[in-house]
């Protein structure tokens, strides 16, 4: 995926997408009003893929009005969702204007009632990412990126670290669904290697779309995880890009949204770091299950 154009070229241009965008925020808005009140409340919880990766009813009732609502509005476009995907819908990602939803990011979270919490809207043309919009539920941060308008959390700019030294870095990841020996192994492996290379500390919070919304916002300077989904990443590498960050395969090549894996850090001198230093984890791709 190409990045997105400098801010001037695309504020001259306009911007056709506008009427999309400012649906996606009202639409973050009401699903992180139903997900706060639902927080306190007794939750239904089902198993996916491994007994770490957790669904509930509020899941599908927020992807279910998201969609609902969109598809109303723009009756022609399509629609990646992660409980869709879950429940046998195919991710494919074609030329057409495309929605990429998250309805509950830190569902483990959400039904332990640990508030790091968050929804995730992202939208494609032409199999490029043209906005993001991650709401915070909790703290009611509404971060959003507009591809050549810039990233905000609450109107506020946001800028990427510029940090290049991995032994001056705060590094986030997430542990993905997986938990046989072998990943485990070489999760931990991953971690050890970047501790041995004296980065200040990797943390791990529970929701991968927060996670690199405080990387935009210059609180963190890399991310890299395998086993995250389209729906983990689109919004969110809208939002980096736009706040001067990197986004990228963990091979070093270009972002493949479909690839499961991915690296991405203030600089493009971190982000290489990082990748150097990984040990790939296979979660095979979301466009081929």
Known sequence: ????????????????????????????????????????????????????????????LVEDLIISELRTRFPSHRFIAEESAASGAKCVLTTSPTWIIDPIDGTCNFVHRFPTVAVSIGFAVNRELEFGVIYHCTEERLYTGQCGRGAFCNGQRLRASKETDLSKALVL?????????????????????????????VRVIGSSTLALCHLAAGAADAYYQFGLHCWDLAAATVIIREA????????????????????????QEMAVLIAQALQTINYGRDDEK
């Open 1 to 60: 995926m190409k990045p997105c154009p400098e801010d001037e070229t695309a504020a001259a241009a306009g911007n056709p997408w506008e009427e999309c965008f400012e649906a996606a925020v009202q639409l973050a808005l009401r699903a992180g009003q139903i997900i706060r009140k639902a927080l306190t409340e007794e939750k239904r919880v089902s198993t996916k893929t491994s007994a770490a990766d957790l669904v509930t009813e509020t899941d599908h």
């Open 244 to 267: 001067g960050g990197i986004v990228m395969d963990t091979s070093g090549g270009p972002l493949d949204l479909m690839s499961c894996r991915v690296v991405a850090a203030g600089t």
């Open 173 to 201: 990841t997430e542990i993905g669904p997986k938990r046989d020996p072998a990943t485990l192994k070489l999760f931990l492996s991953n971690m050890e290697r970047l501790l041995h290379a004296k980065a200040h500390g």
